[in-house]
Each structure stands twice: as C-alpha cells, then as structure tokens.
C-alpha cells in the first residue's frame, strides 16, 4: 500500500524568504506525485504534479517541486514567500499501475505560515 | 460559476438521521469521488466512481453509501449518521490517472 509522511505540521517562513515543505511517499514502482493547497472553507486546489520526466517540476503560483527517487523525496518549493501562500498544504501518491493506482493517497498536510 | 459543486455546504444534525450530500460537476469527467477531511489525518477516500455503472469502496466506506446518478452527479449518504462521521466532506473528479483531481468547497457536516 503507497503512504505520504509530511513530517512538519507546520511551517513558520518569513515573507520574502525562500520556503520548502516537505513530502516523501512510499509507493510500488513509479509515482504520480502531486501536490495541492487548501485555503480556509475551500476545496484542495491542484498546484503541481510529477509525472515522469523532468526532476523539476513547476507549478502554479511560483511554486515548484523536486523528485528524487532515491530518496522518494517530493519536497515543495518558492524561492521568495508571500504572505498570500499561508494555506494548508497537501501531498499526494498513486502508483502508475497496478494495486492502489486507482487510489490518490494523500499525506495529513503541513500548515504553512508566512510572516509579514 | 463553479466545476464541481456540493450541497449543502454545512449541515447540523442528530445522531441517527439519514443524510445526503449531494456533488455536480460541469467539467465533463468521468472518475468522481468522495473524501473526508479530519484535522489531522489528511483526506481519506471514502468511494469512488469510474462511470455510472462502476463504483467501488475505498478506504473507509464504512457507514455510507452512494450513487451515481449520472456522468455529472454523484451523491453520498449516511444512512444512520453518528457523531464520529462529523467531518469536512469533499467531492473531487477526474479524467485520467495521471490527471489532477478537481474538488468542490466541500460540506461541512456536524452531527450531534
């Protein structure tokens, strides 16, 4: 069964600084990777994703994210927070194929906070 | 206007009352589930729908159940709801596997 470790609840940045938000899965064979952000009374919102390809992936809002298989690592990123990005952030997993690849897994979501 | 759309968006109610959350969606997709949300523990699939005549349990179905209506609807129900289904309730849809899901706002769901 695939599985998401967000290992920080939350995430304190100041504005301006650069930020990162943590992510690794455990998955059969190759990942989908997505991350997505969630603000106050709204649905989850598609950020960004890896399919295959490019380690690097760009994303929506000046985000971007970083697929490292050896350390089956999804880490998000942006060079400079704002404090509009302070939202509830969520990882998630499906393998390409077989049992679960029907099933996106999510992790519990890392609040992040930006500090003016 | 939005994609996916959930009604109510909050409901209160007492222990042992059926309830029905209702989603539509206007994007066309095929694949159509349903999520709850508890602080905490992430979002877990309750069931999921790959076209009107396939559905199937997902994690934690326990409790509910639904029905696809059509391509665009998809409803869940509690038929005898208690206080631990107190919950944020999510629907979502697709296209394809590899796509990104597609949330509504949620319902918001107490029960007392």
């Known amino acids: 069964a695939q599985s998401v470790a967000q290992p920080e609840d939350q995430v304190n940045v100041a504005e301006g600084n650069p930020l990162t938000v943590k992510c690794t899965y455990s998955?059969?064979?190759?990942?989908?990777l997505f991350w997505y952000v969630q603000y106050p009374n709204r649905g989850l919102q598609f950020l960004l994703k890896?399919?295959?390809?490019?380690?690097l992936v760009k994303g929506s809002y000046g985000f971007e994210a970083e697929f490292n298989k050896s350390q089956t690592s999804f880490h998000l990123k942006k060079p400079s927070a704002l404090v509009s990005d302070s939202a509830l952030y969520f990882c998630?997993?499906?393998?390409?194929?077989?049992?679960?690849?029907?099933?996106?897994?999510f992790g519990k979501g890392t609040k992040l906070s930006v500090i003016p | 206007d939005a994609d996916v759309t959930q009604t109510p968006r909050n409901r209160i109610t007492k222990t042992g009352k059926r309830i029905m959350l209702e989603c539509s969606q206007t994007?066309?997709?095929?694949?159509m589930y349903w999520y709850r949300q508890d602080p905490g523990l992430g979002l877990r699939l309750i069931y999921y729908s790959f076209d009107v005549k396939d559905i199937n349990k997902g994690e934690i179905s326990d409790g509910y159940s639904v029905s696809r209506q059509a391509q665009a609807k998809f409803s869940l129900s509690l038929e005898s709801a208690i206080p631990n289904q107190t919950a944020l309730y999510f629907c979502?849809?697709?296209?394809?596997?590899?796509?990104?899901?597609?949330f509504g706002d949620g319902t918001r769901l107490s029960i007392l």
């Open positions: 998955v059969s064979g190759n990942p989908y």
């Open positions: 890896y399919i295959t390809g490019d380690n």
């Open positions: 998630a997993v499906r393998p390409h194929s077989g049992a679960g690849s029907y099933q996106l897994t």
């Open positions: 979502a849809t697709s296209d394809m596997t590899d796509q990104p899901q597609h």
């Open positions: 994007k066309g997709h095929d694949r």
